[in-house]
């Protein structure tokens, strides 16, 4: 799949994959999607976070504080209060801390409050993106705290390709599952 150069391709990609993502969860039993993450998951890559996520609510509440991120940066940042996308203490360098943060955050949440809390931040992101114009998500340098990536991007990055990363853990959790 390309990445969405417009308005109209980012909310297509942003449903579709959101789609995709969600009819592999709902063709998963309630077994596997309560079951932990077998060990081969730790090992399926270099990233933190083949080590980091150890079942399906963790993946789905990290797509949420994703989306959360975005909502407060870019809704901060329209009232005139300057934030980055990544907040202090962390920055792009440090960002893994973050992600670990928003896991231990969310130990406590069921996997039925994760698919809620999910689903309503997908319709938040597409909600806010549908109200920016196809040059505002795609002309470079249309806001100053963007930097030099289009507002859009970021909001690739939160959605369709979020939800690819997820896909992509999920499958092999089902995979091993059914090896097992």
């Known amino acids: 799949m390309s990445r969405a150069t417009t308005k109209t391709d980012l909310v297509i990609a942003a449903n579709e994959q959101f789609d995709k993502m969600w009819k592999l969860i709902e063709l998963m ?3 596997q999607q309560n079951a932990t993450f077998g060990s081969e998951m730790a090992a399926a890559g270099k990233e933190a976070h083949w080590d980091r996520d150890k079942n399906l609510r963790d993946v789905l509440v990290h797509l949420y504080e994703w989306h959360q991120l975005l909502l407060n940066w870019i809704n901060s940042n329209r009232n005139g ?10 920055n792009w360098k440090t960002y ?31 909600a806010l ?6 040059d505002e998500l795609f002309a470079k340098k249309t806001f100053d705290w963007t930097g030099t990536s289009p507002l859009g991007a970021y909001c690739v990055s939160a959605t369709s390709s979020h939800y690819d990363w997820a896909m992509k853990k999920l499958k092999k959790h089902k995979k091993a599952l059914v090896g097992k």
């Open 29 to 31: 039993s309630d077994e």
């Open 81 to 90: 209060e300057s934030k980055p996308f990544i907040p202090e203490p962390y």
């Open 96 to 126: 893994q801390a973050m992600n670990v943060e928003f896991w231990g955050k969310h130990q406590n949440t069921s996997l039925t409050d994760a698919k809620k809390m999910l689903k309503e931040s997908h319709k938040d992101v597409i």
């Open 129 to 134: 993106i549908e109200a920016f114009s196809n």
